[in-house]
């Protein structure tokens, strides 16, 4: 029986594993494209994910109108996400803090960092997610970023209630013929609302029972707005990094 991935692991351990989770989700990815091939329209599919012991979501669009600058571009905002004062495409985002991490880039990964993220998910509390967030290019025309919870990393309000990322899990993106392609890949054991045993129980429960139209709809909307923001006149104007 495989053994499943703890909630949270340490940075060193979450470091050796980055290069291959990259791989992962940049092949998920491709898979996702060659058989979703809308142009700015979203799809989310999932998957069993026996490490994680329960689904991982994934979800598409192909932004059209788009320059090469922008994969670029947009790979430093996906990286830098817990820094922005706000998130055009995911207004959940309650902020967030980063810190630089002094380990050396290896095999492929270019940089790590380590942050939390503070969203509202409509519970009587925001949820911090505290990550290991590693960017990599495997070519021109892709970037991944690579996010998975750990037990460290900046120092977290009192009484925040953690929430947890599971691999693979974070972005992937791709341009080809003037469409930035955006992959969301979620990996996620639950909201922290039960204990950890229970709260993966429930999810799963919900999601097995076909109860996950809220989480898919997230997804969705997440991706409209992605969509949406980068059609926009000037998108780079919405983005303000806090000091």
Request: proline share 6%; charged share 20%.
């Amino acid at each position: 029986m495989q053994r499943v991935q703890a909630d949270q692991i340490s940075v060193d351990q979450a470091i050796l594993q980055a290069t291959a989770n990259a791989a992962e989700m940049a092949a998920m990815a491709a898979q996702h494209r060659a058989i979703h091939t809308d142009i700015n329209h979203s799809q989310t599919i999932r998957h069993w994910q026996p490490s994680a012991g329960t689904y991982c979501y994934q979800t598409h669009i192909a932004i059209a109108g788009q320059s090469s600058e922008r994969l670029s571009w947009l790979a430093e905002i996906f990286f830098n996400a817990a820094t922005l004062s706000s998130q055009p495409w995911y207004p959940q985002f309650a902020g967030g803090k980063s810190d630089t991490l002094s380990a050396p880039p290896d095999r492929g990964i270019s940089r790590h960092q380590l942050s939390w993220g503070r969203f509202d998910l409509g519970l009587p509390s925001p949820r911090y997610y505290r990550q290991l967030v590693s960017l990599a290019q495997p070519d021109e025309q892709t970037s991944v970023i690579v996010a998975r919870s750990v037990t460290e990393g900046p120092r977290l309000p009192a009484g925040a209630d953690l929430a947890y990322t599971l691999d693979p899990n974070g972005e992937v993106l791709h341009f080809n013929n003037g469409c930035l392609h955006w992959h969301h890949i979620c990996c996620t054991p639950g909201a922290a609302i039960l204990p950890r045993r229970l709260d993966r129980w429930l999810i799963n429960s919900l999601r097995r029972l076909g109860l996950d139209k809220a989480e898919r709809n997230t997804y969705r909307r997440e991706a409209e707005q992605l969509r949406d923001w980068l059609q926009s006149a000037n998108p780079a104007a919405d983005i303000n990094y806090q000091v």
